[in-house]
């Protein structure tokens, strides 16, 4: 198995920006609100990159995913069945945020950011967060999968990225080891460009390819 030497920088460059920015958070040099809304625009060209590289729970989330392994303890992944459905959970909450009905509880990013700056959370909204984490211990980003208003607010507006995870389809051997390495459980092994709104751009699945058959390029152009 060979790896390009810069493909195998990408994933300790994707955890020093999450360290960098998650000290920033805490020693109040700047918000995730603003990264996210200085990287708005960036997600109609390439996707959702805050949510992969920069959001503080999303990182807390894959290091206890990381941290989890090093217990030893079980890994849990939702049946394909199951998650067509309730990877859907996070768009009807972000419907009802927009017909203004909030459900408090659920604002892990916001609450995150509050504890970060040493603020204290309400006891529902601390419960609800304190068993994503436990969770995230056996599953990949159990929040960003399934209550993050914001990322389904980004994921919907990155559909029409141009630049994704593309799978070329002769180099494949259909070994599958992307799909399984996906945090955010898509199927990148059947797909030949990746547009799906869950898609957070973590690269994990380009990292993970033993045949370099994926890269980060524009949707390739159909032949006629
Ligand atoms: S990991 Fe690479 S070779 Fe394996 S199925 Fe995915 S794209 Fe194909
Ligand atoms: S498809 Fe690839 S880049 Fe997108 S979330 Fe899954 S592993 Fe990350």
Same mark, same amino acid.
């Given at each position: ?39 708005? %625009? ?31 303890? %079980? ?30 509880? #659920? ?19 601390? +419960? ?13 980003? %159990? ?12 994921? #919907? ?14 180099? *494949?051997?259909? *070994? ?22 869950? *898609?957070? +751009? ?23």
């Amino acid at each position: 198995m060979t790896f390009e030497p810069r493909r195998a920088w990408i994933q300790p460059i994707r955890f020093g920006i999450q360290v960098l920015v998650l000290v920033g958070c805490m020693i109040g040099l700047i918000t995730s609100k603003q990264v996210s809304n200085w990287l708005l %625009p960036t997600t109609l060209v390439v996707g959702v990159l805050f949510c992969g590289w920069v959001c503080p729970l999303g990182s807390i989330q894959d290091w206890l995913f990381w941290f989890g392994r090093k217990l030893k303890l %079980p890994v849990l992944r939702m049946p394909a069945g199951v998650q067509r459905y309730l990877q859907l959970t996070r768009y009807a909450l972000y419907l009802l945020t927009l017909l203004n009905i909030t459900v408090n509880c #659920l604002h892990g990013t916001r609450h995150v950011g509050k504890l970060l700056r040493g603020d204290t959370v309400g006891a529902a909204a601390l +419960g609800v967060l304190i068993a994503f984490l436990l969770v995230s211990l056996f599953f990949k980003r %159990p929040f960003c999968n399934y209550a993050c208003v914001g990322g389904a607010r980004r994921g #919907l507006l990155s559909v029409l990225r141009l630049i994704g995870i593309r799978r070329d389809e002769d180099t *494949c051997v259909h *070994c599958n080891q992307c799909t399984t390495a996906c945090p955010m459980n898509i199927d990148v092994a059947n797909q030949t460009f990746v547009r799906h709104p869950n *898609c957070i +751009g973590c690269l994990t699945c380009l990292t993970t390819c033993p045949k370099q058959a994926l890269t980060f390029k524009p949707q390739p152009i159909r032949k006629k």
